[in-house]
């Protein structure tokens, strides 16, 4: 066995937790010394319950592991440790970063910078535009886009940067292997292939309401700053921002209307000192990243097929041509709540495949 399977041994033990790992890696060196120490020295271990030395020495099974590695293999899941130069840099600098983590999917280039986007699971539609437009744009300047796949504004920032052909990380809250929530299937299988999904939990994990504080650590650990989009004032989006600012991570958050209950958490943190954001070009400022050419992104993006379009967007998409249409024609063509017409416009000019014109015309680019 190498280190490394040492290391997913140590993840698979009930309740043996990052802190007791590391109680047990103090104490012997490292988990192959673990795994090869007797149990009678294993009890002289302080500070870990005996209920968990328990669970040690009773995972001491190398079938155990042999069959847990083979179904990673069947599921192409890879286990990244503290010893492989892939594990992330920033990640790396954090006081409780994970001995190890699962993936799958492609880990993006860890050369590429990395902005985590959370906030509320119940959001305003200003929240989901800021969100989309801010995950979208970041991502056609290259920079990777960090969230947790949970409902919500987590979401919207995940899926706008599939929509961008960008890349993305979801980091869960549950094993690698169960998708939470479970309407996200479709999404997640888009992160995947448009990046990765990441857990530090052992494949089967449960999505215990305790592992979410836990995981939002390495939300923010893997990267340069944090934008909050939106929360609520006693919202656990903040103790995303707790664990940033003990990293000495940037902390940039959206201001909202002062009469909105999802947007105090957001303005209480500008109060603060967190830096505002408008726009990709502040935080792009804010982490000290050079903008990109959008154009050239955008034919890159059109060329490999990347940017991915709605249903509702590629039918009208589908009604401009190059010569200018107006509104209403589309109107007329569509079976479509305008509401929902004008949102998909403004999406589409946003991916950067329609103009609007002067007499609320629009024209494919």
């Known amino acids: 066995m190498t280190e490394d399977d040492f290391l997913i041994w140590f993840s698979i033990i009930p309740n043996l937790t990052l802190k007791r790992q590391n109680v ?14 007797s149990e009678n020295i294993l009890r ?3 500070k870990i319950p005996k209920s968990v030395l328990d669970n040690v020495i009773t995972y001491k099974d190398e079938s155990k592991i042999s069959t847990y590695k083979k179904l ?11 010893f492989s130069p892939l594990y992330p840099k920033l990640l790396r600098q954090i006081a409780d970063s994970p001995n190890g983590f699962y993936v799958l999917g492609d880990l993006p280039d860890d050369s590429l910078s990395k902005v985590a986007i959370v906030g509320s699971r119940k959001y305003t539609e200003y929240g989901a535009y800021a969100a989309q437009k801010l995950s979208y744009d970041l991502s056609l300047n290259n920079i990777v886009i ?18 961008a052909g960008g890349k993305t990380i979801a980091v869960l809250g549950c094993g690698i ?4 929530p479970p309407e996200n299937a479709k999404l997640r299988h888009y992160i995947i292939q448009n990046g990765c999904i990441i857990s530090e939990f052992a494949l089967g994990t449960k999505p215990f309401v305790g592992n979410f504080p836990i995981r939002n650590r390495i939300i923010s650990g893997l990267c340069k700053g944090l934008i909050v989009v ?12 707790g664990h940033a600012l003990e990293q ?4 940039m958050a959206v201001p909202g209307a002062i009469n909105s209950g999802l947007s105090r958490g957001t303005n209480y943190l500008i109060k603060q000192g967190a830096s505002l954001v408008s726009d990709y070009k502040d935080v792009l400022e804010i982490i ?6 959008f154009s050239n992104q955008f034919k890159e993006n059109l060329k490999n097929n990347k940017i991915l379009l709605e249903k509702n967007e590629q039918i009208i998409y589908n009604t401009i041509s190059t010569d200018s249409v107006s509104f209403d024609f589309i109107a007329s063509k569509l079976d479509m709540p305008i509401n929902k017409l004008s949102s998909c416009l403004i999406m589409l000019e946003m991916k950067g495949l329609i103009k609007k014109l002067p007499g609320q015309k629009y024209i494919r680019i």
């Open 44 to 46: 002289t271990v302080g």
């Open 24 to 37: 047990l890696l103090n104490y012997f060196g490292s988990a192959r010394d673990v795994w090869y120490a």
């Open 248 to 251: 000495g991570r940037e902390v």
């Open 72 to 82: 990673m293999e069947k599921n192409k899941i890879r286990f990244i440790s503290k």
């Open 146 to 163: 960090v969230s947790g796949m949970a409902r919500g504004i987590d979401s919207v920032a995940h899926k706008a940067v599939i929509r």
């Open 230 to 241: 939106e929360a609520a004032e006693k919202s656990g989006t903040l103790i995303t921002v």
């Open 177 to 180: 292997d169960i998708c939470y």
């Open 288 to 293: 000290g990243i050079e903008k990109s050419q």
